[in-house]
């Protein structure tokens, strides 16, 4: 087995479940061993639930039988919990008159701040959070923009109306059909909004029971609001090992980058959110100084959002993705995260073989890169059993063969350390 230095995340969705035959009952059998087995065969590492979808009686469902699946492979996969986070979205929006949901260029468009109930079409929508008590109007001014659906839907703030709960807008947007539940974003903006809710108490609380490798914070902005997820996790298991992984998705956050990557044990580039928070055309530069910064700390760093997107539905990626999966792996950041790909793609255990290929020949080029021309010293693993462990000059390749991993991912993600 080679074992690249860059791991490989994925997420589990309604796609995995189907691939597996999973439907109610996440059951574990010979012809669901076989299945899974081909994902890591091909490098799986770490398995992402990403607890903003489903109910989490079905994600406890799915941990228990992945247990149960990594009890019957060599490899033991990571488990990692994504929290739903602070999330803004549109309120409900009425079905039975498809074309009043259309929104139009210059149209003016009314957001209603304080009424969750109200059921909204093209011309007026209500906002939610996951607190009912986040009031967007206090984080905006007039020529603000709003973005709807990842930007699909521009909106420009015209008049704040705070004495009706009403934001009056104008869409930047040629055509676009509102619907329930779409996430809005602000751009460069600090949220005055709850960071945990009932629901992701609950989640985390339920991360620590099941004894998951990894926690993912979606929207960390600063050390408070860590502090009180760790007094959660201290306050349901003192002894607990999790992991803390920042989700680095707005402007504050960057913001806080050094105390998040010091007090946390990795950082995730969560480049969907970020990139309409602070603007597409700077995710690359704070991609690359996260990575760096992560390196000099001896952090976790991983890359996540539409990565390999277009596998989705292609079984070939774009030119564009295969140098985005390339260049991660010349960064040496620890880790690539597919999401879409694998949770809700038509084929996902392509997207993963497609991810692995990328991967392995992108090591074999940048190994040296790699150990910045240092000898390999040191493997610090973890694991159970290491039988064989040789390097191969001519491919630059290193392996280890015949070996058991532990539950924790090879210290936290199987870093191999090249030493000065």
Not at 19 to 25: A, I, Q, S, V
Request: aromatic letters at 8%.
């Amino acid at each position: 087995m080679i074992l690249t230095r860059t791991k490989k995340i994925i997420t589990f969705g309604p796609s995995m479940d189907l691939y597996l035959g999973w439907k109610d009952n996440f059951s574990v059998n010979n012809d669901v061993l076989e299945k899974y087995s081909k994902f890591i065969n091909n490098g799986v590492d770490c398995i992402r639930f990403n607890m903003s979808h489903d109910l989490i009686d079905n994600h406890e469902k799915r941990f228990n039988s992945l247990r149960k699946l990594n009890d019957l492979t060599s490899k033991k996969v990571s488990i990692l919990i994504d929290t739903k986070g602070p999330e803004i979205r549109v309120g409900k929006i009425q079905e039975s008159n498809k074309a009043s949901n259309l929104i139009f260029k210059d149209q003016e468009v009314i957001i209603k701040t304080n009424d969750p109930n109200f059921i909204g079409d093209g011309k007026q929508f209500s906002v939610m959070d996951s607190t009912k008590t986040y009031d967007l109007s206090i984080d905006l001014k007039l020529g603000d923009l709003i973005y709807v659906a990842d930007g699909k839907l521009v909106l420009q703030v015209t008049k704040i109306d705070n004495d009706s709960n009403l934001i009056y807008t104008i869409s930047k947007t040629e055509k676009f059909e509102i619907s329930s539940s779409k996430r809005i974003n602000l751009v460069n903006k600090k949220y005055h909004l709850p960071f945990i809710s009932e629901y992701d108490v609950l989640t985390i609380q339920k991360a620590v029971i099941w004894k998951a490798d990894f926690l993912a914070l979606s929207f960390l902005s600063n050390i408070d609001q860590l502090n009180d997820v760790k007094k959660i996790i201290s306050e349901t298991d003192k002894n607990s090992n999790i992991k803390i992984i920042a989700k680095i998705e707005n402007f504050e956050a960057l913001e806080n980058i050094d105390l998040l990557i010091n007090e946390c044990d990795g950082i995730m580039v969560a480049r969907g959110d970020l990139a309409l928070e602070i603007g597409f055309e700077k995710v690359p530069y704070y991609e690359d100084i996260i990575v760096k910064k992560c390196l000099e700390k001896s952090k976790i760093s991983i890359i996540a959002t539409q990565v390999l997107d277009s596998l989705e539905k292609s079984l070939i990626p774009t030119r564009a993705e295969s140098y985005d999966c390339y260049n991660v792996v010349k960064l040496s950041a620890n880790a690539v995260m597919l999401s879409g790909e694998t949770a809700s793609g038509n084929n996902p255990l392509n997207s993963v073989i497609q991810m692995n290929k990328i991967i392995e020949f992108a090591e074999t080029i940048n190994f040296q890169n790699l150990t910045q021309d240092t000898p390999f010293i040191e493997v610090i693993t973890e694991c159970t059993d290491i039988k064989e462990f040789s390097y191969e000059s001519n491919t630059k390749i290193a392996k280890i063969s015949n070996f058991q991993q532990s539950d924790i991912w090879m210290t936290l993600l199987k870093k191999v350390y090249f030493i000065n």
